[in-house]
T-cell receptor, first 112, second 115 residues
Framework: DSGVTQTPKHLITATGQRVTLRCSPR?????VYWYQQSLDQGLQFLIH???????AKGNILERFSAQQFPDLHSELNLSSLELGDSALYFC???????????FGDGTRLSIL | AQSVSQHNHHVILSEAASLELGCNYS??????LFWYVQYPGQHLQLLLK??????LVKGIKGFEAEFIKSKFSFNLRKPSVQWSDTAEYFC?????????????FGAGTRLAVHP
């Protein structure tokens, strides 16, 4: 158990819909990172938050957004879903930006 | 563009065989280097990391890796694999410019160890 909690574990929805993925970091970790793992793109960095502030964006689509709340949990919002958004979405956390990242179990998103 | 290459996509070994998984990266600046392992149905777990100092780093479960700066490589090794090492292995690079913000992952290597 990494200490990073992601919910839900599985999500099945249809094209055009909107979903919210949730991540609770390890206790004491200020940084939260989101990654997308797909068969064709591999593991891709999406976005990084540190203590509530956005720090960096990677290959994140405009249809996707995220936030980190005062209690440090984070949500990734995916809207206008397309078939190609089907993937495993991982959250990772670290104590600070220069420390190793610890990953959650991921949320498997299936778009029908 | 920054990238990480893992040379072998699938590796099949018998128990007690030696393992070496290749990892090369393309980035001219200073980096942190990592190997993560993903057992079937589980999350990514950190095997080992290199930040600075001795280029030969030892991790958990008997794994080690060697950073060769001139070759931009960070190969993972284990002298004798076990069936329980069956998993997917990911090499990752964190460029130290831009505020340590992201990991760049290789495509992964699936290792199958037969008893």
């Amino acid at each position: 158990d990494s200490g990073v909690t992601q919910t839900p574990k599985h999500l099945i929805t249809a094209t055009g819909q909107r979903v919210t993925l949730r991540c609770s970091p390890r206790s004491g970790d200020l940084s939260v990172y989101w990654y997308q793992q797909s068969l064709d793109q591999g593991l891709q960095f999406l976005i990084h938050y540190y203590n509530g502030e956005e720090r960096a964006k990677g290959n994140i689509l405009e249809r996707f957004s995220a936030q980190q709340f005062p209690d440090l949990h984070s949500e990734l919002n995916l809207s206008s879903l397309e078939l190609g958004d089907s993937a495993l979405y991982f959250c990772a956390s670290s104590v600070d930006v220069d420390q190793p990242q610890h990953f959650g179990d991921g949320t498997r998103l299936s778009i029908l | 563009a920054q990238s990480v290459s893992q040379h072998n996509h699938h590796v099949i070994l018998s128990e007690a065989a030696s393992l070496e998984l290749g990892c090369n990266y393309s980035y001219g600046g200073t980096v942190n280097l990592f190997w993560y392992v993903q057992y079937p149905g589980q999350h990514l777990q950190l095997l080992l990391k290199y930040f600075s100092g001795d280029p030969l780093v030892k991790g958990i479960k008997g794994f080690e890796a060697e950073f060769i700066k001139s070759k931009f490589s960070f190969n993972l090794r284990k002298p004798s694999v076990q069936w329980s090492d069956t998993a997917e292995y990911f090499c990752a690079v964190r460029p130290l410019s831009g505020g340590y913000n992201k990991l760049i992952f290789g495509a992964g290597t699936r290792l199958a160890v037969h008893p």
